[in-house]
């Protein structure tokens, strides 16, 4: 993709749950956080619209998405690259 770069924009790993819609994934993101009180790992899961402009992307690929300004209602975010694809 030949994507401009503009600051400092967040880039996130998650697994690809959902390509039914037409140039847009679904990517569930999961990240670690210690508890406030127990210090123990808490697992915390996000869902992100992402734009997949080919539509390459299949249910169970690793991507890497990349913060982007709006796109749609819940669009916040675009596919970079496909880290992992499904067998």
């Known amino acids: ?3 401009k770069e503009r600051g400092n924009a967040k880039a996130l790993a998650g697994l690809v749950v959902s390509d039914k ?3 847009t994934v679904v990517v569930l993101v999961e990240r670690l956080v210690k508890h406030p009180v127990y210090k123990k790992y808490v697992r915390r899961r ?3 619209m992402a734009h ?3 539509n390459d992307c299949r249910v169970g690929d690793t991507v890497l ?3 982007s300004r709006p796109l749609s209602r819940h669009k916040r975010w675009r596919v970079s690259k496909v880290l992992e694809r499904v067998a």
């Open 1 to 3: 993709m030949a994507e």
């Open 21 to 23: 819609m037409d140039k």
């Open 65 to 67: 998405i990349r913060q």
């Open 52 to 54: 997949d402009e080919t």
């Open 46 to 48: 996000a869902k992100f």
